[in-house]
């Protein structure tokens, strides 16, 4: 297989949140189009890792980056547009955001702001959206009721398809389905892997075995380091190097 | 747009536009500048005023003033062609009388009205309630003072068989009355601020509605209640028309709450408009607009840090 160029890279990537090290001394790359883990235990620093690739450490009191990340090789720091970088990453926080707007607005928000006008190409995109994200279905009559009216789960799909309005080249997922039941876990996790071919994913996630059905690559942080990073099915047949990522992969502490 | 087979095909080696300044990042920065000269604009304005009253007030600070006859002495002369006084003793006691009673007042209603809005009203009873007491700060303050006038005084003249009825106490109820409003607001939302996991721990045991509040809301509501009464003082002191009207505007020092005393900003009111523009008067007069300003300022930064917990540091 060639060896393609990182879609992000991480060299030495510290994060701070005021006197708390969340992170230290990361260094990973991700590969275009595959689907990477984090797993660990609370506080490993997977959250922090992930807010720091789009950076919304600046919206974030007290937390410093320091490192450097590289987006399709270039230094996010250096853009001189950094709300374009955003519209290329997509982003999924652990609790659904049903932003106060109608099923379709929420949708059709992000390429609004990007300046797509024309009601039939928003049309073709909300519907695009909501079917990669398995929504279409249950809401295609009722696109003008209040996003908010729909359940948890549901919820969590609709942030999705807004997640993949702006055509992202990465989508972060963030503990996606902390706040959502299983059967609707086990409907996005469908919905993640047809998207597999069409962009990077990222996911953080407290289920190792989330991980292991979704990820490609997996990596396991513990309290703010990376202990361990492999391809998914050696490492959970037990090719792990390190202890610790053993342990935790048997389920023997975390 | 052409010829894309998949909704993600796009050129993802260029940055081109993660470098283009858009139209819309330049409304952002706009817009960010708009609104922080907005937000600076309070302290310019407060720095201004300050500025202001300091330069009207330094002439005679500078020259006439001196602190021990202003600040121990009552006699209070300006306008004496041969040998004006400028003693405020009597003023300060004047405002602080009339401050405390206020507080007397306003402390009982605030709270009370807080607590029964926020722990004991029902949905309906808590809107209509919050919508009176909003309306309650709206009237004017020369409508106290009127009130003062034409309702308190006689009520006062009757029931205690005194001579008249523009005192202490007349001023300080309305004041009461007066900073009631936003007490009851601001304490409101200290309660509402208590998360109500608290409430549910301590009614889980059994604890009556009162006990509740008693031991475990209003502890923990502490600062922002004790804010809240620091608001009603700085908004009792400041008050001008009321304390105008229903104090008699007499300079004594008082020893009864049936007493006629003048406030400091009522003093201002009634004496800029026939002092000469850089006289002594006036600048003494603008002496007292700084230290208003100055304890004003006092009681509502300690108000705020007291609000924010930030006690005790």
């Known amino acids: ?254 | 747009m052409s010829d894309r087979t998949s909704p993600f095909a796009r050129d993802t080696t260029l940055h081109g536009d993660c470098d283009r300044r858009d139209a819309a990042w330049y409304i952002d920065k706009g817009v960010e500048w708009l609104l922080f000269l907005g937000g600076i604009s309070a302290i310019l304005f407060i720095i201004g005023i300050f500025a202001f009253i300091t330069h009207e007030g330094m002439g005679f600070i500078t020259t006439r003033f001196d602190a021990g006859e202003f600040f121990t002495t009552q006699y209070w002369t300006p306008s004496d062609e041969y040998d004006p006084e400028y003693g405020i003793l009597a003023m300060l006691a004047g405002t602080a009388s009339v401050t405390g009673l206020a507080m007397l007042t306003a402390i009982p209603f605030s709270l009370g009205a807080a607590i029964y809005i926020g722990e004991f009203a029902g949905e309906r009873a808590r809107e209509a309630l919050k919508i009176l007491v909003e309306l309650l700060a709206a009237i004017p303050s020369v409508v106290w003072g009127f009130i003062g006038l034409s309702v308190m005084n006689p009520l006062l003249i009757a029931l205690f068989d005194i001579p008249v009825g523009l005192n202490i106490v007349n001023a300080g109820i309305l004041l009461g009355l007066m900073a009631t409003p936003i007490m009851t607001s601001i304490a409101e939302d200290a309660l509402k601020a208590v998360p109500d996991r608290y409430r549910e721990a301590a009614e889980a045991m059994g604890a009556t509605r009162w006990q509740v509040i008693y031991k475990v809301v209003l502890p923990a509501a502490r600062n922002g209640l004790l804010g809240a009464v620091l608001l009603g003082v700085g908004r009792a002191f400041g008050e001008t028309m009321v304390v105008l009207m229903a104090t008699g505007h007499a300079i004594n020092i008082p020893d009864s709450p049936f007493d006629a005393v003048r406030a400091l900003t009522a003093t201002i009111a009634a004496e800029l408009g026939e002092t000469t523009a850089g006289s002594d008067h006036w600048g003494a007069l603008f002496t007292i607009g700084i230290l208003l300003f100055v304890i004003t300022f006092l009681i509502n930064l300690s108000a705020d840090l007291i609000v924010r917990g930030i006690r005790g540091k």
Request: glycine content about 8%; proline content about 4%.
């Open chain 1, 1 to 254: 297989m060639v060896t393609q160029a990182p879609k992000i890279q991480v060299d030495n990537l510290t994060i701070r949140h005021g006197e708390r090290v969340a992170l230290r001394d990361v260094s990973l790359a991700i590969r275009p189009n595959e689907v990477f883990a984090i797993i660990g235990p609370a506080n490993a620093g997977k959250s922090s890792f992930l807010k720091a690739l789009n950076r919304m450490d600046l919206f974030t009191d007290k937390m410093e980056v320091a490192g450097r990340i590289l987006f399709n090789g270039r230094d996010i720091r250096t853009l001189r547009n950094l709300y374009a970088l955003r519209r290329r990453i997509g982003v999924v926080f652990p609790l659904p955001v049903g932003l106060p707007l109608t099923i379709y607005e929420n949708v059709a928000l992000g390429p609004k702001l990007a300046g797509v006008r024309e009601r039939a190409e928003l049309d073709a995109i909300v519907e695009r959206c909501l079917r990669l994200a398995a929504l279409w279905d249950e809401v295609k009559d009722r696109l003008n009721d209040y996003g908010s009216l729909l359940s948890g789960g549901q919820q969590q799909r609709l942030t999705i398809a807004r997640a993949l309005s702006q055509s992202p080249e990465v989508l972060i997922l963030d503990e996606f389905s902390i706040a959502i039941d299983p059967i609707t876990t086990m409907r996005i996790e469908d919905v993640l892997e047809q998207l597999r071919s069409e962009l990077t994913i990222i996911l953080a996630s407290t289920s190792i075995q989330q991980a292991r059905r979704l990820a490609d690559r997996t990596a396991f942080f513990l309290d703010g380091r990376c202990i361990e990073i492999g391809d998914t099915e050696p490492l959970f047949e037990g090719g792990a190097r390190d202890a610790r990522t053993r342990r935790y992969l048997e389920g023997r502490f975390g």
